[in-house]
């Protein structure tokens, strides 16, 4: 299995940055990509940006050019990816929840969710 933890979010100013990180432990060799979504009061879960392990980026309109995702992978045992905020506006506030797309073999396919970080952008 596949355990992801999350950190970093929390309030930050318009314009300010922040930078949010989830780490994946556990079965990891499945792992094909990871990424960010985020879901805000009364709408839908939205996919922010994603990163494979053969480290092709996908961002989402609305934070391309503002957000950057990367990844780290050491020992073989751990998986870290980081979204970097900058320049954020009123309307990235959200819930933001770290996903890791797990391919354990051919037509195999399901997806891990963490427990969710808010960040709040305010003046």
């Known amino acids: 299995q596949v355990h992801l933890v999350e950190s970093g979010g929390g309030m930050v100013q318009p314009g300010g940055s922040l930078r949010l990180s989830c780490v994946a432990s556990?079965?990891?060799?499945?792992?094909?990509?990871m990424g960010w979504y985020r879901q805000a009061p009364g709408k839908q879960r939205e996919l922010v940006a994603t990163?494979?392990?053969?480290?092709?980026?996908?961002?989402?309109d609305s934070v391309k050019g503002r957000f950057t995702i990367s990844r780290i992978s050491r020992d073989d045992v751990k998986n870290t990816v980081h979204l970097q905020m900058n320049s954020p506006k009123p309307d990235d506030t959200a819930v933001y929840y770290c996903?890791?797309?797990?391919?354990?073999?051919?037509?195999?396919?399901?997806?891990?969710w963490g427990q969710g970080t808010q960040v709040t952008v305010s003046s």
């Open positions: 990163i494979t392990i053969a480290e092709t980026t996908y961002y989402s």
């Open positions: 556990g079965s990891i060799f499945g792992i094909h990509a």
């Open positions: 996903n890791a797309e797990i391919v354990p073999g051919p037509g195999l396919r399901y997806d891990v």
